[in-house]
């Protein structure tokens, strides 16, 4: 096991509906000299995601829950309380909403330290520093640093998710118009082609909405389904425009051929070379 691998002291553990108050944590912990785990950030590429996190939670002191409703109902944080609780690692669980912990959850943690934290987790930061701080035998007569202005949001911040959110719902509309195109103006390829431009766009529905969570359990995969969608999504905007006119012109024909087939195709073809 690589030495900077034994260097982190507190393994974040958090729903990423959660992302931003658990990045901006791990922030504040860094700079009071406190070195963190927290994915995907240290997720190695290549490695399972399980064993990644199994190293992490064996070689930390302290574990810090990012404690909500959300993480509640997450397999994965669970999982990783779990973990920690097996292999008796000192728990702060950082509660950032009134709710209460359930079943294997609520055993963990009720001989761990909660850390009220609601309405405003900032106002609870400085005693997590100091807490944190203790259980990491770390130095306690050194200044808490509570400065943010260095911090930087995740690349997927509330917004940027919100956009994202949009334009993944409105994708499939958009890639079903082919299979419309193909329909209207008797071109069978456009329906078939509507038909795989729309599987990477529900892959990502499925990832970015965790729904059956349990498929995507490697991160390279998770990266593998972003660049895809990518990349179909660039090639379904230029194709679109370039088969928009034809999709007119065979309409427009269509509308005098009405069923005759051939007389559609003579007309079409007609039509294309004047």
Sequence with gaps: MSQEKRQHEVFISYSTKNSDIANKICY?????????????????????????????????????????????ESRYVNNEITMAYSHNKPIISFNIDDSEPKEELEYFLKVNQWLPAFPDPEDAYETLIRDARKLCNARSDVPIHLDVAGYKEDDLTRHKRDYISLILLFTPVYWSSF????????????????????????????????????????????????????????????????????????????????????????????????
């Design 28 to 72: 504040l912990l860094e700079k009071n000299n406190l070195k963190c785990w927290i994915a995907p950030r240290n997720i190695s590429s290549g490695r399972v995601y399980i064993d990644e996190i199994a190293d992490a939670i064996n070689i930390t002191k302290i574990v810090v829950l990012v404690y909500s409703k959300f993480s509640q």
């Design 179 to 274: 299979i419309y195109m193909g329909l209207v103006s008797n071109k069978k390829i456009w329906t078939v082609m509507g038909l795989v431009y729309l599987i990477p766009t529900l892959m990502c529905l499925l990832i970015y909405f965790q729904i059956l969570g349990q498929l995507f359990i490697l991160y390279p995969v998770l990266s593998l389904f972003s660049y895809l969608f990518i990349i179909f999504w660039a090639l379904t905007l230029i194709h679109g425009l370039v088969i928009r006119n034809e999709f007119l012109t065979r309409k427009s024909i269509l509308r005098f051929t009405l069923a005759d087939e051939k007389l559609f195709e003579y007309l079409y073809e007609e039509y294309i070379q004047i």
